[in-house]
């Protein structure tokens, strides 16, 4: 890192900060051969994901998935940043039993350490499953993005006594990592009402992948799942420290400067910045709500009824509004034919939220 500060100068941008420290090879946590997902620290993993929860949840998923394989005549399933394979495992043994005859279930994953873990747990699919490096000209097909969005870096302002500067990274007279803030002409995409000094982030490559995402999607639907809030919610006056934490051995801080490379940096979605730049780059907004309601609305109270009362108590989780259900949202966009209401937005949904 304090050659990368050095060959930019002495000073860099947070987002190139969060990018070496994500994915430089090697060495950025995505990169390393540490664990990631898992339900405790007791395993030596960070965090836990919906799929790790519960199977129950890519069960459900694959009934959206179905669907929009349906309506827009496709046979592939496409997702980014597949993690531990067990959401890709769920859809791939539900889509499955339920008959779908799906051609390819496509993985793009900058992680060489989790795309080795991808291909032993997903081997009984076979040839099926591919991994590729880079997007073809056209896809059509069904993108799933579970927790994608969150972990793109983000850049950081900082207002001032009035004044708004763009955050990086320096190091200080110790050979410390620290912060240091420069006067910028760059603005967060809402006025933030008040004087007061207040701290924030902008999502230029999260727009980015999006406009990217309807450049190759001729066809067919995306469901992104992640954490995060509308525009108006995303930069409320009083969320003046930001949303963006780190995660380590299941607890929380808000330091990324240290244990670089060993923990997870990540912040929230502004879901209405996602939404404008695909739809703005040809993208259907076909939906958006919260997880709970989107489960809800693919079955998931009926099937808690069935399930022992170990699993429900995991499963419930998906949609307790203290837990997954509220902070995470479900966005759905769709390619190349007419707007369609997906299962899981027939009821609550918040497109007009955004």
């Known amino acids: 890192m304090a050659q990368a500060i050095a060959d930019a100068g002495g000073w860099l941008p947070f987002d190139r900060f969060m990018q070496l420290a994500l994915y430089a090879p090697g060495l950025g946590y995505y990169a390393n051969d540490s664990r990631k997902f898992g339900a405790l620290p007791q395993s030596g993993s960070d965090f836990i994901t919906a799929p790790e929860l519960s199977p129950v949840f890519g069960e459900l998923l694959a009934l959206q998935v179905r669907e929009a ?25 539900a889509l499955d039993a339920l008959g779908v005859a799906l051609q390819r279930y496509c993985i793009v994953d900058v992680s060489g350490s989790l795309r080795a873990r991808q291909r032993e747990r997903l081997a009984p699919w076979g040839e099926r499953v591919q991994w ?61 009402a008040g004087t007061h000094d207040y701290l924030t982030e902008i999502h230029p490559q999260a727009e980015g992948f999006m406009r990217t995402l309807a450049a190759h999607l001729r066809r067919g639907a995306a469901l992104l799942i992640d954490y995060g809030f509308p525009e108006a919610e995303y930069y409320h006056p009083q969320r003046d420290a930001g949303t963006l934490v780190c995660h380590r051995a299941h607890r929380v801080d808000d330091d990324p400067l240290a244990d670089v490379g060993c923990k997870d940096i990540t912040a929230h979605v502004n879901f209405t910045g996602a939404a404008l730049a695909a739809q703005e ?46 902070l995470f949202k479900v966005l759905a966009l769709g390619a190349g034919g007419a707007p369609w209401v997906p299962l899981g937005f027939v009821q609550g949904d918040r497109t007009h939220r955004l």
């Open 281 to 326: 780059a040809g993208l259907q907004v076909l939906g958006y709500t919260s997880q709970a309601h989107f489960l809800i609305n693919c079955g998931l109270l009926s099937k808690l009824e069935l399930m022992p009362l170990a699993g429900r108590a995991q499963a419930a989780k998906l949609i307790m509004e203290h837990e997954m259900g509220e």
């Open 132 to 192: 590729l490096d880079s997007l073809p000209p056209a896809i059509e097909g069904v993108v799933v993005g579970n927790e994608v969005l969150d972990a793109m870096p983000v850049q950081l302002l900082q207002r001032s006594a009035g004044v708004w500067h763009e955050r990086g990274v320096v190091l200080d007279a110790a050979g410390q990592l620290a912060w240091a803030d420069r006067p910028t002409a760059l603005r967060p995409p809402l006025e933030v």
């Open 69 to 93: 394989l349906q309506v827009s005549g496709t046979h592939e399933v496409w997702e980014f940043g597949a993690g531990s394979g067990a959401l890709a495992a769920q859809l791939l043994g």
